[in-house]
């Protein structure tokens, strides 16, 4: 056991290369015996992701999910903020200049309707669950946008713990919804296109939660909509504890 | 040479991480405005220019090609470092806040496509058909 331990801990990104290929391998065996190619092979290595991630973090407690398992801790490092966006920017090779201007102007109104609407829902079911206090109510407003914006607000304008953690939860519940649920709507909502790709990216703002359902939707996709997504996590802690928190402490 | 390519790559992800970051200075924000995006740009351009054909074409290009490639297993890596555990513990009220939150998005995602390029719905509407 000692052996196993020693070499899987000294050579952990090595392993993370080799168990996510292994699961990618099954994921894609799978999709093609079992749904006949309905189901995108890299959707299911994601969600056997997010279930391993379920049982890394309640048998460990931690809070980077499979990779707080020390024979997994180089998943922490290759699925890391670094690796993900060297990734994505390697992805933006091959993109048209003419794409991306044509989507340019419906991109960035996408970004800000996006924060406003999310902010707007998580908020009003602030409202529903009893919550009368402004900054409670801006904290899960701004949770809504993503689970970035959410304690960026809330530390800004002095909202609890509790809510701050809330507020985290809801971004994550967010984040991981539209990792699972883009390639299930992808055909209802035309996201078959760079244009409406943009779009979906600055609406949805959670990169992690947009990267992989693109990538579990069409591949192709994925550099336009990481490229308005990226920009949406900075639009979320501009405006929510300014104009968004005045616009609530206004209202209650 | 390989390198080159995965150097390219490299510069334009630290150049657009510096100028998300002085972004969000300026803007008196706690966070990285864009960097992701704009260092994409800067790839994009570069792949477009012909004075930096030798670091986007051949070898080179094909260091940028491998970390392309090696996006999917980097998305899988960073599912099974999610704290699901904490989203499921979040309780009834994180639940809904952040389901309805996706819902309404999802739904807006046809509305706006179409405010930006009154094509595209046509342009569906025929490969459908």
Not at chain 1, 51 to 78: E, Q
Not at chain 2, 26 to 33: F, R, S, T
Not at chain 2, 51 to 72: E, N, P, V
Request: aromatic fraction near 8%.
């Amino acid at each position: 056991m000692d052996i196993i331990e020693t070499v899987f801990l000294r050579n952990s990104l090595v392993v993370a290369f080799a168990v996510i290929g292994v699961t990618i391998w099954i994921s894609y065996f799978l999709a093609d015996k079992l749904t006949n190619g309905r189901i995108h092979g890299s959707a299911i290595a994601i969600a056997l992701g997010l279930v391993a991630a379920y049982f890394g973090g309640v048998a460990t407690g931690g809070n980077t999910g499979v990779a707080d398992v020390a024979l997994f801790s180089g998943i922490g490092l290759m699925g890391g903020g670094m690796m993900r966006d060297f990734a994505i920017v390697a992805a933006a090779f091959g993109v048209h200049l003419s794409e991306l201007k044509k989507a340019g102007l419906a991109g960035v109104i996408s970004i800000f309707a996006g924060v406003i609407v999310s902010f707007v829902v998580g908020a009003a079911i602030a409202v529903m669950f009893g919550y009368t206090d402004a900054a409670a109510i801006t904290t899960i407003g701004a949770g809504a946008v993503t689970y970035i914006v959410g304690p960026v607000t809330g530390e800004a304008i002095g909202a609890t713990d509790a809510v701050i953690t809330l507020s985290v939860a809801a971004g994550l519940v967010k984040s991981i919804l539209v990792m699972i649920g883009t390639p299930l709507v992808a055909r209802y909502i035309g996201l078959d296109n760079p244009q409406s790709a943009m779009v979906f990216g600055g609406l949805m703002g959670t990169t992690s939660g947009v990267a992989a359902g693109l990538a579990a939707t069409d591949p192709k996709l994925v550099p336009y909509g990481a490229m308005t997504a990226t920009f949406y996590t900075g639009v979320g802690c501009l405006l929510g504890p300014s104009i968004l928190y005045f616009l609530v402490s206004g209202i209650f | 040479m390989i390198v080159f390519g995965v150097a390219l790559l490299s510069i334009c992800l630290i150049l657009g991480m510096l100028i998300g970051e002085a972004l969000g200075v300026l803007l008196g924000v706690d966070a990285n405005v864009g960097g992701v995006g704009i260092a994409m740009l800067f790839l994009v351009f570069a792949s477009n220019s012909d004075a930096l054909k030798a670091l986007t074409q051949g070898a080179a290009g094909d260091g940028i090609k491998f970390w392309s490639a090696m996006y999917i297993p980097i998305v899988v890596a960073m599912a099974a470092r999610q704290n699901v555990a904490a989203a499921v513990d979040g309780g009834v009220l994180a639940l809904v806040a952040g389901v309805a939150a996706v819902v309404v998005s999802f739904a807006l995602v046809p509305i706006l496509s179409k405010l930006g390029n009154p094509k595209t719905p046509s342009f569906d509407s025929e490969e459908a058909s």
